[in-house]
């Protein structure tokens, strides 16, 4: 392995795991004007101080940073300057009548007539508000009239925030050491290091090359699943990732044999008590799973304290 | 006070594959940080900072180079990273001791594209209200290149295939990339339909692998294990983030990056030996070779093959600064001659927002 991974191509099973952030996200009051005149059926637009409008609104122009001067209703008809089609839908850039930029969307229809040129017309979804999606793409309008920019006095309030959802799922590679450590755990319940490049003690996780020499690691060493800790928090308030419903201590452990942390639970009833008597240098033992071990961490269920 | 010069004495580069299954990334950043020493005439004792490059969103980890630094060698040093293409990290490398901060410098890029969804990472890059939600990303900001770039140039989708080709049958021939077929016109036409008028073979191909290179001060080059290669111009630039915005037929960042890179050195790109370039399509690559006036008659450019057969997102740009110093160390590999000058370039960012070029002297 040392100096080039394993060069044999190998069908590994993966490490599941995914990532789901909410957020709310801010508009602005461009967009967030935009979006709130959806729900009217208005395309809104920016007009700058030297009379170019821009649409969907911005707050600033993209071209030379000047902030918007007005917001106008745009008109919901103009031609196709740019276009490809991904996944089977057609992107095109639209330049609505009167206005000086491009934008990307949808064009609904038949490829075969979509054309540099085209004139083309909004069509709206019922339904969907506070979405440029309120407009569900462009169609072919060979004949529609060009329409002009008027002004928008008083339009619907910025929407201030949007609940949004990003989940970007991910098949990691084990990679062979964290691939035999999760294997140890799997068939025998026992957890694996590599000593280090120069004792006897072992890293967790192991690893090729010894962090603090940068030298390649020794060899497999079986660490002991009793072990002391080196730091800790008492959590006893809920946020979002937590695998446990609080009160528990977060713990960096120092298993015996290792020279490194790990870092797991263990379970409190009365956070009073943890208080006074878990904390650096509390010993603790593994208590594993009942049931059939899937090769995880969480084949341990938790740390307990041992009374001594 | 001049500014000090700065060398590239040693690169290492993983094998770069679709699919690395079997490595994490602490392997791969392993496997080359322990090879770039080998023969230079350096040790990790010598190196002053590490910079990385990767990506948190195709990582699956937030500061994910927290959990590299072992592997990135950079145990209680001065260690900074990137979110950028590896050829700004080079960059920020270069200045550093260029300022006369340190004197030598280990610079890593990564990327492990298959444990994520490419998709999303270049969803994430556009903006939430107007454009993701209609669909607007990276591959249609490179049909739309495209098909612009046609209609301008009357070229046609063959004229694409026949370069894409080329640059499948270099990499194979001269690069440390998996292939297994090279694919011809032919195939790359036939293949399916990524985004109008492009195909799936016309568009950078995402791969997994890691790059470290060694850049040092000119005193410390002196004991150099292997001939040094000086970086001798540097320039970068943004240009607008609405693709829309941008004038389509150019590529107005790197035409900036490419000028302020050609008043340093002295030299512009038409009279490198050897370029390297890096490109999302086909058609940025072509973009690109417009802009800095290349002739491929001329000009030895991506003998590597470039990034259409192998995309390491965020370690691209360090890779053809890695193969640019390999043709200029070795040009026996690629059929003799004694190339001098090299011109790379790295970009990033929808339709090739953001650009960075140098020049490479031997």
Redesign the interface.
């Known amino acids: 392995m040392y100096s080039a991974p394993e060069s044999m191509p190998l069908d590994m099973p993966t490490f599941h795991a995914e990532i789901s952030l909410p957020y709310t996200l801010t508009p602005g009051g461009a967009a967030g004007t935009f979006l709130a005149e959806m729900k009217n059926r208005r395309i809104v637009g920016s007009r700058f101080a030297n009379g170019e409008v821009v649409a969907p609104a911005q707050d600033f122009s993209a071209s030379d940073g000047e902030p918007m001067a007005s917001f106008v209703e745009v008109p919901q008809t103009g031609e196709i300057t740019a276009f490809t089609r991904v996944d089977g839908t057609i992107i095109a850039f639209i330049k609505l009548d009167g206005c000086a930029n491009e934008f990307p969307h949808r064009v609904l229809g038949d490829l075969d007539a979509v054309r540099i040129g085209q004139r083309v017309k909004a069509e709206w979804d019922d339904g969907v508000e506070n979405s440029i999606l309120a407009i569900k793409g462009f169609v072919i309008a060979e004949d529609a009239a060009v329409g002009t920019v008027s002004d928008l006095p008083e339009p619907e309030e910025a929407i201030g925030s949007l609940d949004y959802a990003l989940a970007l799922p991910y098949e990691h590679a084990y990679g062979p050491y964290y691939g035999r450590m999760f294997d140890e755990i799997k068939g025998f319940g026992r957890v694996m290091g590599v000593r280090t490049a120069d004792g006897d003690d072992a890293l967790l996780p192991p690893r090729e090359i010894d962090d603090i020499s940068h030298t390649p690691t020794g060899t497999w060493k079986t660490c002991a699943d009793t072990g002391t800790i080196r730091g800790c928090s008492i959590i006893n308030m809920e946020f979002i990732g937590q695998t446990k419903k609080p009160p528990y201590v977060y713990a960096e452990i120092v298993l015996d044999g290792a020279s490194t942390r790990l870092i797991h639970l263990i379970e409190i009833d009365d956070v009073e008590f943890a208080k006074k008597n878990i904390g650096p240098g509390t010993r603790v033992r593994a208590i594993w799973t009942d049931g059939e071990r899937k090769g995880s961490m969480a084949d341990i269920e938790r740390f307990e304290v041992i009374e001594e | 006070m001049a500014l000090g010069k700065v060398a590239v004495v040693a690169t290492a580069q ?2 770069l594959r679709p ?6 990334h ?3 950043i ?2 080359v ?3 770039v020493f ?1 023969g230079s005439g350096f040790s ?1 004792d010598d190196v002053d900072f590490v910079i990385d490059s990767g990506s948190d ?1 195709l990582d ?2 937030s500061i994910s180079n927290c959990g590299f ?3 990135l ?1 950079a ?1 209680r040093k001065e260690e900074a990273r990137v979110e950028a293409d590896g050829i700004w990290a080079l960059q920020y490398g270069v200045n550093k001791i260029r300022s006369g901060a340190s004197s030598v410098g280990l610079i890593v890029a990564y990327s ?1 594209p ?4 490419v998709e ?1 990472y270049w969803a ?1 890059q556009v903006e ?4 993701r ?5 990276q ?2 900001a ?3 290149q ?3 770039y046609l ?1 301008d140039r009357g070229c046609s989708e063959r004229d694409l295939a026949e370069l894409a080709a080329r640059r499948w049958a270099d990499a194979k021939a001269h690069a440390n990339v998996q292939i297994g077929d090279v694919p011809d016109a032919e195939a790359i036409l036939a293949s399916g ?6 195909t799936e073979l016309m568009m950078a191909r995402p791969v997994d692998g890691a790059v470290a290179m060694l850049i040092v001060d000119e005193s410390s080059a002196r004991r150099a294990g292997n001939n040094p290669v000086f970086i001798t111009g540097m320039g970068s630039g943004t240009d ?6 941008r004038d ?1 037929l150019k590529l107005a960042s790197l035409e900036g990056a490419a000028a302020m890179a050609a008043r340093a050195a002295g030299w512009s790109a038409q009279q490198a030996d050897v370029v390297e370039l890096s490109a999302h399509s086909v058609v940025g690559e072509m973009l690109a070779m417009d802009v800095l006036g290349l002739d491929e008659g001329k000009t030895a450019i991506n003998r590597s093959g470039g990034a259409l057969p192998a995309d390491p997102i965020m370690a691209t740009g360090l890779c053809r600064a890695a193969e640019a110093v390999r043709q200029l160390r070795e040009p026996q590999l690629y059929g003799g001659g004694a190339p001098s000058r090299a011109v790379v370039h790295g970009a990033q960012g929808v339709g090739m927002q953001n650009n960075c070029v140098m020049t490479l002297e031997v």
Do not use: M
């Open positions: 993983t094998e699919l690395w299954g079997e490595a994490q602490i392997d791969l392993s496997a940080v322990t090879s080998k990790i969103v699956g980890r630094l072992g592997a060698g145990h492990k298959s444990e994520s969804l999303n994430s939430p209200f107007y454009q939600p209609v669909g607007f990303s591959r249609a490179a049909g739309i495209a098909q612009r209609a339909e990524s985004a109008l008028p492009l607008c983030h609405a693709y829309a915005d389509p």
